[in-house]
């Protein structure tokens, strides 16, 4: 009888436990499902709070409040980083309109044909794209389609907006709370206290090798080639410099695919001096910024192969949008860590059996 009675307590203690574990699971899901809409503000406010915290520090050393240190550097922030970002995203959209406009003005009126003309070399080029491409039909197609997706663009701004106002609400919390929100997150985790400090040094060399190691230096580049742009009179040079800097994370081939053919258009044209300053400014400048200012920003930061991080940022870019320049490397570093403590334990079984 008594042991009739241990079963069924063991039965329905089991089930107790299954119960939990299935509502634990569904309440965990549908906080996911919560948070969802919320990723991209949470990832950068968590980057930019991880980017500021020397600033968070040094103001908490000057200021007795930590709530009003905290706010201070949201306005900072802001100041620095998210309102000129706003500004160039909508500036960058009307000049995509303009630009694309002024393509097809020159299909339309037939200039690009008698520039290719004018060059014998290229003649038989001019030919071949006539005969398999309705190029003015296309170009006009591709107008409408740019003009749409800014006007998209500009009546999205309200969402812009909302973002940008979760993300400055998150960013002073992370920056407030950053300690206590950091020691929670370490009693989760099912790692020591030593793995999980690592976890955290690596996380936060990560985000900065990313933001500082590609995304600055990518920016950078991009700025020097749209100011060359600006400086030649070449037609939207923000936008183009847009596209460089965008480029300048693929290696190999990086800002020159915008910069080669505008030099060689320059030089179709006649202006040969232009030309070839466009070409040594993007070979001596904005070819090299890359060699001189990572090491600078990012020194011995970056664990991980130059590929890896390529893989990580185009593809955390496919897979989760705008945020997944942070994501996709984040979460490349924190698979890396949790393989290698993987493999230190294989490795201390297999010492253990020696």
Known sequence: MQKSNAVDELLGGNARIF??????????????????????ALVWALALAVLFAPLQIWLESKIK???????LSVLVISGMVIVPVLFVGQQLALQAVSGA??????????????????QPRFAPIVEKIEQHINLPET???????????????????IYQLIGFVITIYLLFFFLRDRQSAKQQVANLLPLSSAQSQQLFKQLNDTIHATVYGTLAVAAVQGFLGGLMFWWLGLPAPLLWGVMMSVLAVIPVLGSSVIWLPAAVFLGLEGNWMQSIILVLWGMLVVGTVDNLLRPILVGNRLHQHTLFV?????????????????LGPVVL?????????WSEKKSNQQSLLK
């Open 19 to 40: 119960l939990l574990f299935l509502a634990t699971g569904l309440a965990v899901y549908l906080c996911y499902l919560m948070v969802l809409p919320f990723v991209p």
């Open 333 to 341: 570093a924190i698979t890396l860590f949790l393989m290698s403590i």
């Open 139 to 157: 170009v006009k197609t591709f107008t409408v389609w740019v003009s749409n997706s800014a006007g998209s663009f500009i009546k999205g701004s």
């Open 101 to 118: 406009q002024l393509i097809e003005k020159k299909v339309e009126s037939g200039d690009w044909r008698r520039l290719l003309n004018s």
């Open 310 to 326: 390529f893989i990580s940022l185009v593809g955390g870019l496919m897979l989760f949008g705008s945020s997944g320049l942070i």
């Open 65 to 71: 409040y930590q709530s009003l240190a905290a706010l």
